[in-house]
Nanobody, 127 residues
Framework: QVQLVESGGGLVQAGGSLRVSCAAS????????MGWFRQAPGKEREFVAA????????YYADSVKGRFTITRDNGENTAYLQMNSLEPEDTAVYYC????????????????????WGQGTQVTVSS
């Protein structure tokens, strides 16, 4: 089992920045790929960003590419999502997730690829 706890959400003005964190405990976090997803009211949960277990490969949704950066610190069992140039459309609950193994680049983008999920942290961007 892997337990995930997100933190760092909050209220920020459009154009501002925020960093959300995902602290993992339980099984060896450093061995697993992980991702960030978000869900806005009335919408499906959507992919935001993902990172391989080593941190060598990263993946982004087109809507956040160039504005968001995903990183991880395996020594601290923590992953981060740095969000810059935030827009009101980025308002959502942000969830981190961990996958036991991913065997293709396409798998990183799929919600069903991830076995463990955190409870989420709210990010609100005001215009």
């Amino acid at each position: 089992q892997v337990q995930l706890v997100e933190s760092g959400g909050g209220l920020v003005q459009a154009g501002g920045s925020l960093r959300v964190s995902c602290a993992a405990s339980g099984r060896t976090f450093r061995r697993y790929p992980m991702g960030w997803f978000r869900q806005a009211p009335g919408k499906e949960r959507e992919f935001v960003a993902a990172i391989s277990w080593s941190g060598d490969s990263t993946y982004y949704a087109d809507s956040v590419k160039g504005r968001f950066t995903i990183t991880r610190d395996n020594g601290e069992n923590t992953a981060y999502l740095q969000m810059n140039s935030l827009e009101p459309e980025d308002t959502a609950v942000y969830y981190c997730a961990v996958a036991a193994a991913l065997y293709s680049s396409a798998a990183y983008y799929r919600r069903g690829s991830y076995e463990y999920w955190g409870q989420g942290t709210q990010v609100t961007v005001s215009s």
